[in-house]
């Protein structure tokens, strides 16, 4: 037996995050979604891939068996929720109390239709909107550092740095951590492999630093908040989730925030969370071509892949910023900034494939990894993909 992960109809709510990548590859507390379920489902069980948009297929692949676990990929597992799919009968599949599908046991997606339904009575935390990304962090950064830690022994912090909650903190061999205060009463502090948390940086829990990212000197961060892997942050974070490979390395404010991968903020980049009225936000939502309501009074920036922007930008609350576009400019850009834009306040082109790919190969090979024919293909279709939305 195996399992795959797929995305679902609910998709085309988490663009632009899920332009470039299968939603099992979203970051949500410390692990992706697909690190949490092959950390959670028995190993005789293998991962067998994703079952994604075609364009992505090659990149995300999926090698079928025959009978499989069909797991939703907006769905983040726990022990409960795991024990309830491997009780699954072929063709039989299991909902939550909404009717949203959590998982399925058949050959073929469209056996789905055919299977019956079960009612799970299981809390678990579901990735239905982008918010739910920094909504949901400090729930599922708990359930992380639970799994991650159990039974295991923290490296100590060395006698510079000022810790309150010491049995709340766990560090992974190769940290560094120098003159740093941290407060994990408020909740779990993980820092992880080959990171490094530099002098004068103040923590409060919930937090993830995960393997080989840094905090800079004099950060402030507020949790629930996740750095992820190899990405360097600096200024003022709260409640912020980076997926990995991008910086944030300078003073600035970014609030109820998400940055995909390989994104950048400039110097004093400053995104606003909260209207001056403390009215609703509301944030672009691809589905509909309009706003959508969020229920929020906090919300700050969505950043998708490969976007960066300029020194002193500013970011009006509940902003959306699509992948590979490139803001700069005095004043405040539209808070709907579409894939491959060039500009910000005072106009917007495109910005052409070709220099797009020649950015992305430059970021990608300073971190050791290739931008590749895959990477090329995705983005040549994210861009074919966004074209309505820059006319």
């Known amino acids: ?52 948009e075609s364009y992505l297929q090659d990149k995300y692949p999926l090698r079928k068996d025959g009978q499989e676990f069909w797991v939703n990929a907006s769905a983040c597992p726990n022990d409960q929720l795991v024990e309830e799919i491997l009780l699954l009968k072929d ?40 918010w739910d990304i920094f909504s949901y962090n400090d729930v599922e950064l708990a359930l992380d550092f639970e799994m991650l830690t159990k039974n295991r022994v923290s490296q100590k912090a060395n006698s510079t740095n000022q810790i309150l909650g010491e049995e709340n903190l766990f560090i992974e061999n190769g940290a560094e951590l120098n003159c740093a205060i941290i407060n994990a009463k408020t909740g779990p502090v993980y820092i992880g492999k080959d990171s490094v948390v530099m002098e004068g940086t103040v923590i409060r ?77 509301r944030l672009w939502n691809y589905a509909t071509g309009s706003f959508a309501h969020t229920g929020l009074q906090f919300c700050g920036l969505i950043m998708g892949d490969h976007s960066k922007c300029g020194i002193n930008t500013m970011f009006n609350t509940g902003t959306v910023v699509g992948v590979s576009a490139n803001v700069f400019g005095a004043g405040f850009p539209r808070n709907f900034i579409p894939s491959f834009s060039w500009g910000g306040a005072q106009g917007q082109s495109t910005f052409q494939t070709k220099k797009a790919f020649d950015v ?17 293909a995705i983005l040549t279709k994210v861009f074919e993909l966004s074209e309505d939305f820059r006319l």
């Open 1 to 52: 037996m195996s399992f795959l992960l797929f995305d679902d109809e609910n998709r085309v709510n988490l663009l632009p995050l899920a332009y470039t990548k299968p939603i099992a590859e979203f970051r949500i507390g410390i692990l992706t979604i697909t690190e949490k379920w092959r950390k959670r489902i028995p190993q005789e069980i293998t991962f067998s891939g994703y079952y994604t």
């Open 91 to 130: 063709k039989q599949c299991l909902l939550d109390e909404a009717q949203n599908v959590i998982a399925f046991r058949a050959k073929n997606y469209n056996d789905i239709f055919d299977c019956e339904r079960l009612i799970s009575k299981t809390s678990y935390t579901r990735i239905s909107n982008l």
């Open 205 to 281: 829990g919930p937090f993830a630093l995960c393997d080989s990212s840094q905090t800079k000197l004099g950060a402030k961060i507020y949790g629930p908040t996740t750095v992820g892997p190899y990405s360097k942050v600096g200024g003022e974070l709260n409640n912020v989730v980076i997926f990995g490979y991008s910086n944030k390395g300078h003073d600035g404010f970014l609030g109820n925030a998400v940055l995909g991968e390989w994104c950048n903020i400039g110097a004093d980049t400053n995104t606003s969370n909260l209207k001056n009225n403390y009215a609703e936000v």
């Open 360 to 376: 992305a190969h430059k970021v990608m090979e300073r971190r050791g990894i290739v931008f590749d024919d895959k990477d090329r």
